[in-house]
Structure formats: structure tokens, C-alpha cells
């Protein structure tokens, strides 16, 4: 297992158009994160998935983002009417829970410009 | 809820100075403590982290970081520093308990290591 792999590291888009973003985690990882990072400021929880089922979402999810993780494996975040406000680099980590000694793997992450 | 405050967005040091990256945290609960690496176009590293135990906790390249409660703080410090230690280092934190590991994290320090 290579870790945490985030497709595509770079998407360019136009303003209004819609985006999706796959992270596949670390194979025996029952729980899986997205943040997303924008310059100059360190990540920003946006979502967490244990196995299949979404458990939190941040009020910065708004309506036109979208999380899921059909069969507990791989997830995808969907953005729906890009905005210029949404580009920032997506970050996807993966865990292992319960676990004593927890610690969060991230993917390289997804860098997304709207223009 | 938690937060984080790095207390410095950039630090320049000549190469072989000692280096203290300063971070302090706000929580009404027992968190864990991590201290996170980004190499440039790279993803987030764990350099090191706080569980419980002994409150000096060390990485495998030199840093260390110290928990203390009673401050609030987690700084980080390397006595010696290298060229290669040149990134952003993120401080973050996590409540204990069987979520406890969504990640708040700081707004970063750029460590610059010049020759």
C-alpha cells in the first residue's frame, strides 16, 4: 500500500462548472477526512467519513459540495457551481479507529483554480 | 471546541542555528498534539506527536516538542538546524475520545533555512 492517493493533483475550471475529486485511502482505514487548505492558512476540516456513513460535516460544506464513500472504501467531493472562492488545495486523510496511538494519513491533496 | 495559534507565519535561521516554532492551544477538553510537515508540492507529514505519557516527545530527524499543559502550548524545536528542514510546519490538535481525531490545525510556520 503506497497511501493516501488523491486524482487529479491539479484541476483547472471555469466558474460554474462542476468538479469531483477521488481519494483512496490506506486499504484497512475505516475512517477518512476531507480538508480543504487555502493559502496561507493551515487545513480546514470539511468532512469525515467512518466506513460508509458521513458523520460530521463543517459549516464551510455548503450546499453545493457533496461527500460520499459508497462502499467504505474510496470517497469522492463533488463541487457543484464552482465559485472563485473555492480554489484551495483539498486535502483527503485516512485513519485507523479505535486506535490508541490514532494518527491521520494525508494524500497529496487535489489543487483546484476556478477561473 | 479547539484552536490553535502559531504564533509566527515565518521563521528565517542560518543553517546549524537552533529553531523554536511556537504554537499555543485552546480547548475545553483533553486533546492530542501533533506537529505536521509540508514540503514544497508535497502532502502533510506527521513529524511528531502527543498521546499521554512523557511530555518531550522526539522525531526521527532531530525536532522535539514539548507538552505543556498548564501554558497551553506545544512548541516545536530542532537544535540544530539543515537546508532540508526548509517547509511549513503545522501544529494540530484533537479531542480524546473515540472521534477524537478530526485535526484543527494552525495557520502554519514557513521555516527558511538559509547557508
Known amino acids: 500500500d503506497t497511501g493516501v492517493s488523491q486524482d487529479p493533483r491539479h484541476k483547472i475550471t471555469k466558474r460554474g462548472q462542476n468538479v469531483t475529486f477521488r481519494c483512496d485511502p490506506i486499504?484497512?482505514?475505516?475512517?477518512l477526512y476531507w480538508y480543504r487548505q487555502t493559502l496561507g492558512q493551515g487545513p480546514e476540516f470539511l468532512t469525515y467519513?467512518?466506513?460508509?456513513?458521513?458523520?460530521?460535516k463543517s459549516r464551510l460544506l455548503s450546499d453545493r459540495f457533496s461527500a460520499e464513500r459508497p462502499k467504505g472504501s474510496f470517497s469522492t467531493l463533488e463541487i457543484q457551481r464552482t465559485e472563485q472562492g473555492d480554489s484551495a488545495m483539498y486535502l483527503c486523510?485516512?485513519?485507523?479507529?479505535?486506535?490508541?496511538?490514532?494518527?491521520?494519513?494525508f494524500g497529496q491533496g487535489t489543487r483546484l483554480t476556478v477561473v | 471546541a479547539q484552536s490553535v495559534t502559531q504564533l509566527d507565519s515565518q521563521v528565517p535561521v542560518f543553517e546549524e542555528a537552533p529553531v523554536e516554532l511556537r504554537c499555543n492551544y485552546s480547548?475545553?477538553?483533553?486533546?492530542?498534539l501533533f506537529w505536521y510537515v509540508q514540503y514544497p508540492n508535497q502532502g502533510l507529514q506527521l513529524l511528531l506527536k502527543?498521546?499521554?505519557?512523557?511530555?518531550l516527545v522526539e522525531s526521527i530527524n532531530g525536532f522535539e516538542a514539548e507538552f505543556n499543559k498548564s501554558q497551553t502550548s506545544f512548541h516545536l524545536r530542532k537544535p540544530s538546524v539543515h537546508i532540508s528542514d526548509t517547509a511549513e510546519y503545522f501544529c494540530?490538535?484533537?479531542?480524546?475520545?473515540?472521534?477524537?481525531?478530526?485535526?484543527?490545525f494552525g495557520a502554519g510556520t514557513i521555516l527558511r533555512v538559509k547557508s
Open positions: 502527543y498521546l499521554s505519557g512523557s511530555t
Open positions: 494540530a490538535v484533537s479531542e480524546v475520545g473515540e472521534y477524537g481525531n478530526k485535526l484543527v
Open positions: 486523510a485516512s485513519s485507523l479507529v479505535p486506535e490508541k496511538n490514532t494518527e491521520a494519513f
Open positions: 467519513f467512518q466506513n460508509e456513513a458521513q458523520l460530521e
Open positions: 486499504s484497512e482505514h475505516n475512517r
Open positions: 480547548s475545553s477538553v483533553s486533546v492530542y
